[in-house]
């Protein structure tokens, strides 16, 4: 396998580690202030991925670091045409990590449920966000000829993108709530497989809707590979469905499972839908930046992958490590939060 199929391979692991672990932080937050009927139980749901929150925005770190270093002549691009949608996704991240951890630094009532808004928003604006920076990549950008962009209002209200949008909230959201039920019991445990088991239903719904959306509008021309695309999308209502019937039959650790290949998939879908282009073309289906074009020359990648080959397996090994560590349901680990 050649570095120009490694490197792409690499970074869409990365973003898809990054989906699945940061989505059910994602999903947790938005889920906590309203699954939690008093303090003690909003805390609980929080300690459920406690250990983990933090460590899990290391994927996106790395994601970044390889879009950088392997990627320059794309990053470049991407970073400065979706400006205020990447700045809005971290400051998301940012008020959502503050507020988390400073919750439980007040004892009053009303100043704790004061930092559930900056929680829940935390979560929600993130995940709307990758849902249209997904959707815009499907549905094509408007590339001048030196295959440069700027994103306006009007791009992000695109049917599609909007689809997009709402429905990786969706996703997220049964993503997050499947992994509540999995490490808590009692009744919040209880309303989490509940609450996943519709969020799911919805996504399925999205997921399908999308399919629909993508080759009635004007995004099945910007779509290269539209079969393996369509593909994936099917295989997302599936796991969706799936997913969903497993909250039913109580198999909540499966259901994570499912909801976690969910998260992953829209990785998947962009990779397989746009080779071998990174960015195409909303105005010239056809044509945009490819692959090739957007990486790094050859000597750059040799020299970045001898850091990967001791950095990635790290990072697996870390997080496998936590994870085991910390395999006991919420309320048997230590309350961090």
């Known amino acids: 396998m050649t570095l120009e199929l490694v490197w792409p ?33 909003r805390r609980t749901l929080l300690n459920a991925f406690g250990p983990f929150f933090l460590g899990n925005e290391v994927w996106l770190v790395a994601a970044a ?51 559930d808004g900056p ?64 490490r808590t019991g009692g009744g919040p445990g209880a309303r989490a497989a509940r609450t996943g088991g519709r969020a799911l239903l919805v996504a399925a719904v999205g997921a399908a809707a999308v399919l629909v959306a993508g080759f009635l509008s004007s995004a099945r021309h910007t779509v290269v590979n539209p079969w393996p695309a369509l593909l994936t999308g099917v295989a997302l209502v599936v796991v969706l469905l799936v997913g969903a019937a497993l909250l039913r039959a109580g198999r909540t650790g499966r259901a994570f499972a499912a909801t976690s290949c969910a998260a992953a998939l829209p990785v998947v879908a962009l990779g397989t ?26 000597g750059t990648l040799r020299l970045l992958t001898g850091f990967a080959a001791v950095m990635v397996p790290l990072v697996l090994l870390a997080q496998v490590w936590n994870w085991w560590l910390f395999r006991d349901r919420a309320g048997r680990t230590p309350t961090y939060l």
Do not use: K
Request: proline share 4%.
């Open 9 to 41: 391979a690499l970074l869409g692991l990365l973003l898809a580690g990054y989906f699945v672990l940061a989505g059910l932080d994602y999903g947790v937050q938005m889920l906590a202030p309203w699954l939690g009927r008093d303090d003690r139980e």
């Open 273 to 298: 839908g746009m080779h071998p282009f990174v960015l195409v073309s909303s105005g010239a289906p056809g044509t945009g930046l490819r692959l090739a074009e957007a990486m790094a020359d050859a």
């Open 65 to 115: 670091g390889v879009l950088f270093g392997a990627f320059p002549f794309l990053e470049g691009r991407l970073l400065s045409g979706m400006y205020f949608l990447f700045a809005a996704i971290l400051a998301g991240i940012v008020a959502g990590n503050a507020a988390v951890q400073l919750r439980s630094r007040h004892r009053g009532a009303s100043a704790r449920r004061f930092w």
């Open 119 to 182: 929680i829940f928003l935390g979560g929600l604006v993130p995940t709307v966000g990758w849902g249209l920076v997904t959707g815009r990549l499907l549905a094509g950008v408007p590339l001048d000829a030196r295959n440069v962009f700027s994103l306006g209002v009007a791009d992000l209200l695109h049917p599609f993108v909007l689809l997009c949008g709402a429905t990786t909230t969706a996703v997220f959201l049964a993503h997050g709530a499947a992994f509540l039920a999995w």
